[in-house]
T-cell receptor, first 112, second 114 residues
Framework: GAVVSQHPSWVICKSGTSVKIECRSL??????MFWYRQFPKQSLMLMAT?????????EQGVEKDKFLINHASLTLSTLTVTSAHPEDSSFYIC????????FGQGTRLTVV | GENVEQHPSTLSVQEGDSAVIKCTYS??????FPWYKQELGKRPQLIIDIRSNVGEKKDQRIAVTLNKTAKHFSLHITETQPEDSAVYFCAASIGTSGTYKYIFGTGTRLKVLA
């Protein structure tokens, strides 16, 4: 199957700082990538659809100024959590679709 | 908007028994239904999928059925083994040209008791 790589796998940051998470499709081009958030023992919640070369499409209730998404190339999408607070602590996962969806390994963000 | 309901939230079965997980979707335009297995702290892994033009699909001990009229689809695992223990998510998606937007169910925590 295709490979999607996400970096970092975990990060701890101080409240008020920003954190960037990268999602790369290693062996295929992805015009669309997706960002999900997963709280402990809960499902994957779609946050936004990242579109190469254009603005991301955010799901209802997701703050676009809080979660900045950039999809500058066909193999890279980034999610920046701006001015992070403890309630932003979560597991963030990206996926890229080539028919089926392939997931990155996820990033566990802890804001202290 | 799109919604996917999944039941049960937890399921315990004895090793060797069968497990069934059911999902219902709301958007009749959904055309692709994957099932994912997620182990603790790891990424979801696709285990089986079904497209809207098919009613049933089987892969060894795993099978999926789809009822488009009722907007139901189910995962069936036979002869369960301890390594089947994980959280399972169904998803419904809409898309064309290889790009699918997924909406996930709430997940089922399956425990297979040895």
């Amino acid at each position: 199957g295709a490979v999607v790589s996400q970096h970092p796998s975990w990060v701890i940051c101080k409240s008020g700082t920003s954190v960037k998470i990268e999602c790369r499709s290693l062996d295929f081009q992805a015009t669309t990538m997706f960002w999900y958030r997963q709280f402990p023992k809960q499902s994957l919640m779609l946050m936004a659809t990242s579109n190469e070369g254009s603005k991301a499409t955010y799901e209802q209730g997701v703050e676009k100024d809080k979660f900045l998404i950039n999809h500058a190339s066909l193999t890279l999408s980034t999610l920046t959590v701006t001015s992070a607070h403890p309630e932003d602590s979560s597991f963030y996962i990206c996926s890229a679709s080539r028919g089926e969806a392939f997931f990155g390994q996820g990033t566990r963000l802890t804001v202290v | 908007g799109e919604n996917v309901e999944q039941h049960p939230s937890t399921l315990s079965v004895q090793e060797g028994d069968s497990a069934v997980i059911k999902c219902t979707y709301s958007d009749s335009a959904s055309n692709y239904f994957p099932w994912y297995k997620q182990e603790l702290g790891k990424r979801p892994q696709l285990i089986i999928d079904i497209r809207s033009n098919v009613g049933e699909k089987k892969d060894q001990r795993i099978a999926v059925t789809l009822n488009k009229t009722a907007k139901h689809f189910s995962l069936h695992i036979t002869e369960t083994q301890p390594e089947d223990s994980a959280v399972y998510f169904c998803a419904a998606s809409i898309g064309t040209s290889g790009t699918y937007k997924y909406i996930f169910g709430t997940g089922t925590r399956l425990k297979v008791l040895a």
